[in-house]
């Protein structure tokens, strides 16, 4: 998969749409927090050995802290990752819609034109091609 060069930072190893991702991002949104891997378990709806090994691995890599009693935060001085999770958000809030199971369809009477026939439509596209065609002669 390429990458766009400008916003690669070679020392985040993380990719949009895996667990680890999914962790990361959940944790830096919400960085005034700890969390049991239980709780990111519930939250993200992976496995439980998944949420443990993930995060164990997160923090064995410096991607996340935990505290000494066994819960997981994000770091205040990661600021690349904060970038991430920021460019993350940013893409889904572009594109995520169409993807959401929630999304509605856009009803055919809110659509422009919805209101006139096929025939309607082709007629006012000719009239438009025919002005374009007098302004570019």
């Known amino acids: ?14 990719r949009p749409g895996t667990t680890k991702s999914g962790i990361v991002a959940y944790l830096y ?11 990111v378990r519930e939250v993200l709806d992976v496995p439980r050995g998944t949420a443990t090994t993930t995060l164990k691995r ?13 819960y997981y935060h994000a770091l205040d001085e ?3 990752i904060d970038r991430y999770v920021a460019n ?22 809110t659509r422009i034109g919805a209101d006139r026939t096929d025939e309607e439509l082709d007629e006012e596209l000719a009239e438009l091609e025919a002005d ?6």
């Not at 998969?1 to 993380?14: A, K, N, Q, R, S």
């Not at 949104?29 to 709780?39: A, H, L, V």
């Not at 997160?58 to 066994?70: P, Q």
């Open 88 to 109: 993350l958000d940013q893409v889904h809030r572009m594109f995520g819609h169409h993807r959401d199971d929630d999304a509605t369809p856009e009803q055919p009477e």
């Open 132 to 137: 374009s065609d007098g302004l570019n002669e």
């Open 58 to 70: 997160l923090f064995d890599d410096g991607y996340v802290g935990k505290t000494d009693d066994g």
């Open 1 to 14: 998969m390429p990458v766009f060069l400008e916003d690669h930072d070679p020392d985040i190893d993380l």
């Open 78 to 80: 990661r600021d690349d």
């Open 29 to 39: 949104r919400n960085p005034e927090w700890g969390y049991s891997p239980q709780d």
